[in-house]
């Protein structure tokens, strides 16, 4: 899976680092960001869980 955040959307919520820490994060202005060499979902079930948590809907999965 690839996964994307939209940084035009986001709003720093945080709920994307809250339900799956072990791929996402927050840069230091506080907006989602993906660690690195995790753009992949690292295999976790939480990512779709991340991208519905997200209250813009700013995150995108897609399977590659």
């Keep these: 899976m690839r996964?994307?955040?939209?940084k035009d959307?986001?709003?720093g919520a945080g709920q994307c680092a809250l339900t799956e820490p072990?791929?996402?994060?927050?840069?230091d202005?506080?907006?989602?960001?993906?660690?690195a060499?995790?753009?992949d979902g690292a295999?976790?079930?939480?990512v779709r869980e991340a991208a519905r948590?997200?209250?813009v809907?700013?995150?995108?999965?897609?399977?590659?």
Excluded: Y
């Excluded at 295999?43 to 939480?46: A, T, V």
């Design 3 to 6: 996964i994307s955040i939209d």
């Design 9 to 11: 959307l986001c709003i």
């Design 22 to 27: 072990g791929v996402f994060t927050q840069d």
């Design 29 to 35: 202005d506080g907006f989602g960001a993906l660690l």
């Design 37 to 39: 060499g995790r753009e």
């Design 43 to 46: 295999g976790s079930p939480l």
């Design 53 to 55: 948590a997200c209250p």
């Design 57 to 64: 809907q700013a995150i995108s999965v897609r399977e590659s």
